[in-house]
């Protein structure tokens, strides 16, 4: 039997993490780590630093270069499959290779995963493609920390106004759709356009935060007329510096 263990690690911050998590990762015989390229070499030694100063045991460590998602195929989700796909084919090739090294005993491959596992990431649809494609594999959830709440936590604010819904939806989903019905407070994800200055402003308070949770987090909030301005200034100016960013608001009208 071979298990994998998706292992929720939060969102940059080694402390952030669960003694569940840690002694998942302590009983892996190898764990994943990806490599996302030189501008976001920061996610991967996160990683590293788990594993070298926290973990109490040394489970073989084998690294893998993340394939590019082809950002120019037509269709967004066609793209976002073919991405997939290619990213399955990695790991079961990574697993297979690992198994045949333990002939007849027991396989535990444990994968870090940014924020949860639940929560706008794909470990676990990659996971269900290995088990369709035929795969003898157990899979595992440890949830983690998620950047929603860590946004939450550094502004010092309730996710929700008492009793009201929230909803929790896309860049892409609020630039194209516009505000969602249902709901007067909205937390956007993935959001690589700022797209809420395609919003009505008047009326809307937005909190903001990038690299939440790492010792680089900047955070900014206020009514969305008045910060929105600073925020996508401060968002370019710190993705030229880092070559990468991670993001999050949370929009209230």
């Not at 070499?41 to 045991?57: F, H, K, S, Y």
């Not at 990213?87 to 994968?111: F, H, M, N, R, Y």
């Not at 395609?198 to 903001?208: A, M, S, Y």
Request: proline share 6%; charged share 20%; with cysteine.
């Amino acid at each position: 039997m071979m298990r994998l263990s998706l292992v929720g690690i939060g969102s940059g911050n080694p402390e952030h993490l669960t003694l569940q998590a840690i002694r998942t990762l302590e009983g892996a015989d190898v764990i994943l780590l990806p490599r996302k390229g030189d501008e976001k070499t920061e996610l991967a030694d996160v990683r590293r630093i788990i594993v070298r100063d926290i973990l109490q045991t040394n489970p073989k460590v084998v690294e893998f270069d993340y394939p590019q998602r082809d950002e120019k195929t037509p269709k967004y989700l066609d793209g976002v499959n073919t991405w997939h796909d290619e990213l399955a084919a990695i790991w079961a090739g990574l697993i297979t290779a690992e198994a045949s090294q333990k002939p007849g005993d027991d396989l535990c491959v444990a994968l870090m995963v940014w924020g949860d596992p639940s929560l706008y990431d794909s470990t676990l649809r990659i996971a269900e493609r290995l088990l369709a494609q035929g795969m003898t594999l157990s899979v595992s959830v440890v949830p983690g920390v998620t950047s929603l709440q860590m946004l939450t936590a550094a502004h010092a604010i309730p996710l929700n106004d008492l009793g009201a819904p929230v909803i929790i939806t896309t860049g892409r989903q609020l630039r194209d759709q516009g505000w969602p019905q249902g709901a007067d407070t909205v937390a956007v994800m993935l959001d690589g356009q700022c797209s809420f200055q395609h919003l009505q402003p008047n009326g809307v308070r937005i909190w903001w935060g990038a690299y939440v949770g790492m010792p680089q987090q900047i955070l900014c909030e206020g009514p969305l007329s008045d910060v929105a301005d600073d925020i996508i200034k401060a968002r370019a100016k710190a993705r030229a510096e880092h070559g990468w960013i991670m993001d999050i608001y949370l929009l209230r009208r």
